[in-house]
């Protein structure tokens, strides 16, 4: 129980690699408060499931890119568990649509950014003065982030560069007393990929990688969990691929 007695924030957790992640930090100890835009059915079964083996959760539903929403959830996780905050998770993010800079409006480069990018910002903001020294903060980045991304999604793949750019100007900022990492996923079998990408083009993708797969989100949290715990203790300012092989950095 790695985590045991450490609080940690887990913003998009009601589904997909959020869930997973709120899984697999209960699982070694930490209590978790659990984020969710929309997703209600997920973030309370997670609940229901961490609970029934004796781990402390709750979940607040929340908008990411409003500071006020953030700052509830903050509190909640403060007053729910007492003390402050020592992991958070920003899993917070999505494409929105794809749409070529052409077909874009502003408004929808605005949303993809906040989305994704600010999102993060307001999240780490909030949680700095509660967090200590021993901190960790992961970042859920993308491959997109490294290589443009897909067809219609400049506005996506400039949010998560931003992700990981932050990621790591903050380990300098923070350092030595909160460390910051990220990760960097390819194809990952999630409801992401089952609204944006055609199966055809999944099976090829996966094809194409060294171990013949589509990454699980459960593949994802396990790699969050090593990040937040102390067997990273070493790393910082990180941009992990997490992608099969598909792509070499």
Request: charged share 20%; proline share 3%.
């Amino acid at each position: 129980m790695e985590l045991e007695g450490k609080t940690a924030i887990v913003t998009g957790g009601g589904r997909d690699i959020g869930r997973a992640c709120v899984l697999e930090l209960a699982r070694r100890g930490a209590r978790v408060a659990i984020n969710y835009h929309s997703s209600d059915a997920g973030a309370v079964s997670a609940v229901e499931e961490i609970t029934a083996a004796g781990g402390a959760a709750f979940a607040k539903q929340g908008d990411m890119t409003a500071a006020a929403d953030v700052a509830a959830l903050v509190g909640a996780a403060r007053e729910q568990f007492g003390g402050g905050v020592d992991i958070l998770v920003h899993v917070t993010g999505g494409l929105v649509a794809r749409k070529t800079v052409a077909e874009m409006d502003e408004a929808h480069w605005h949303r993809v950014m906040d989305l994704n990018a600010t999102s993060y910002y307001l999240a780490v903001n909030a949680v700095l003065p509660h967090m200590g020294p021993g901190g960790a903060i992961v970042a859920l980045a993308s491959q997109a982030g490294r290589d443009g991304g897909g067809p219609g999604a400049v506005a996506y793949a400039a949010s998560k560069g931003a992700v990981m750019t932050m990621t790591r100007g903050l380990a300098k900022e923070l350092g030595p007393d909160i460390r910051v990492n990220a990760l960097c996923p390819g194809m990952i079998d999630t409801d992401f990929h089952n609204t944006f990408t055609k199966p055809e083009v999944r099976e090829k993708v996966a094809g194409a990688t060294p171990l013949k797969r589509e990454g699980t989100s459960e593949d994802c949290a396990r790699l969050v969990a090593f990040l937040a715990g102390d067997g990273a203790a070493f790393m910082t300012g990180t941009c992990i691929d997490i992608n099969g092989g598909m792509l070499f950095s």
